[in-house]
């Protein structure tokens, strides 16, 4: 498993949620071992308001993953909070988003899922739905009641993405992808570096990519809940891991 100098292996750093009244961190398993299998080192790294440790993290890990998790504050769109937005977490939430600009302007890689593509896409000016079914008319259910692993709803791939590079020849079908679901927050507009690369069949945006950085990839999924019964959402944490080791 030599992937980079001297065999090396890429340092990944992991954002972690953050219960504010427990004090306490937390990284679904998914996510360590889909870095781990595919040769990677995941680091777990909790929020912080300070800058300069932000700054530190990017200096020492090679790759970024960006995890899922509650809803994204309103004011960092420029908006005030609708009756149906859920939880949020401000320190998550400035940590992520300062972190995540930090990355993109050292071109570190990045790999973002479900709240992590909406941190993406505002972190450079983007919008999300603060909750699509009050929001965007006729959406299908993208929060599904079936197990975790379970593909719930099909996404479209557009041809030629960096997306559909990355996964495994076996799991889409004529440029149709089946996926889990567990959102009510989705991007809404993108702003550059980023193109929409896949979409659900509602319209809602599934995946976006950067057109400038050496891999930047966000999907609304979970394939850190699918890679165990379904090896092809592992080349998503491969590409990532692959990335991270070309800049060692």
């Known amino acids: 498993m030599e992937l980079g100098k001297e065999g090396l292996r890429?340092?990944?750093?992991?954002?972690?949620?953050?219960?504010?009244?427990?004090?306490?961190?937390?990284?679904?398993?998914?996510?360590?071992?889909?870095?781990?299998?595919?040769?990677?080192?995941?680091?777990?790294?909790?929020?912080?308001?300070?800058?300069?440790?932000?700054?530190?993290?990017?200096?020492?890990?090679?790759?970024?993953?960006?995890?899922?998790?509650?809803?994204?504050?309103?004011?960092?769109?420029?908006?005030?909070?609708?009756?149906?937005?859920?939880?949020?977490?401000?320190?998550?939430?400035?940590?992520?988003?300062?972190?995540?600009?930090?990355?993109?302007?050292?071109?570190?890689?990045?790999?973002?899922?479900?709240?992590?593509?909406?941190?993406?896409?505002?972190?450079?000016?983007?919008?999300?739905?603060?909750?699509?079914?009050?929001?965007?008319p006729e959406v299908l259910k993208h929060f599904q009641k079936a197990p975790r692993w379970y593909p719930t709803h099909a996404v479209e791939l557009f041809p030629g993405s960096l997306l559909g590079r990355c996964l495994k020849g076996k799991t889409v079908t004529q440029g149709m992808l089946r996926v889990n679901s567990f959102h009510h927050q989705a991007v809404k507009e993108v702003c550059a570096p980023f193109v929409v690369t896949a979409r659900a069949r509602d319209g809602v945006i599934e995946a976006i990519e950067s057109t400038t950085h050496t891999f930047v990839v966000g999907v609304q999924w979970h394939p850190e809940a699918m890679w165990d019964r379904d090896p092809a959402f592992l080349g998503l944490f491969e590409a990532l891991v692959e990335a991270a080791a070309r800049a060692l």
């Open 10 to 136: 890429p340092l990944i750093g992991i954002t972690a949620d953050y219960d504010g009244e427990t004090g306490r961190f937390q990284v679904n398993e998914g996510y360590t071992g889909g870095i781990e299998k595919t040769g990677g080192l995941p680091a777990v790294l909790p929020p912080t308001g300070d800058f300069k440790t932000l700054e530190a993290w990017l200096g020492r890990v090679d790759g970024l993953l960006l995890t899922g998790g509650g809803d994204l504050d309103p004011v960092w769109m420029g908006e005030e909070p609708i009756e149906a937005l859920g939880t949020i977490v401000p320190e998550r939430d400035q940590a992520e988003i300062q972190l995540t600009r930090l990355a993109l302007r050292k071109d570190t890689p990045i790999l973002a899922v479900c709240r992590g593509i909406q941190v993406l896409a505002v972190a450079v000016g983007g919008s999300i739905y603060q909750d699509l079914a009050s929001q965007k």
